[in-house]
């Protein structure tokens, strides 16, 4: 019973506080990678290695319109190194351009996918080598709790 007490606390551990950073990389007009899929909590770094860019999610240069993202984000232009770190903590697609000159008019433009974060349920029910903690977590009762946000 004290091995998957600790299996579960270690994994509720991991999940609650177990953010990811992901790095994008601007030069020549261009984001890579343009597209990006993350959880809700991860962290995204923008990084410039070649030229003077910015990170824009809040007015699409190309159209002067409004992105309606789920939240706004917005970096000064920089020449070298982090232009931008944001934190993702609300699901949803979230699109954005390189607002110096016409960088985006020149194809600078990328997307962000943030997709809802996995349960301790999740993780539980869909490995074959929980199946002792499974019936453990659901003989006690705690389904409902470990399938909502944490911590």
């Known amino acids: 019973m004290k ?32 597209s990006l899929t993350i959880t809700v909590g991860d962290e995204v770094v923008w990084i410039n290695e070649q030229g003077f860019h910015d990170v824009n999610g809040d007015i699409n240069s190309i159209t002067d319109e409004p992105f309606n993202n789920p939240e706004t984000f917005d970096s000064p232009s920089v020449n070298s190194g982090i232009i931008y770190t944001h934190t993702f903590n609300i699901e949803g697609t979230y699109n954005y351009d390189c607002s110096v000159g016409s960088h985006a008019l020149n194809g600078m433009v990328g997307q ?3 997709e809802a974060g996995t349960t301790v349920v999740d993780v539980i029910v869909d490995s074959e080598n929980h199946t002792t903690l499974e019936t453990a977590v659901v003989a006690a009762g705690l389904v409902e709790t470990l399938s909502g946000e944490g911590p």
Do not use: D
Not at 4 to 33: C, D, K, M, R, W
């Open 3 to 34: 091995q998957i007490l600790l299996l579960l606390f270690t994994l509720i551990f991991q999940i609650s506080f177990g953010q990811t950073s992901h790095t994008v990389y601007a030069s020549n007009f261009e984001y890579s990678p343009s």
């Open 112 to 114: 962000i996918i943030v």
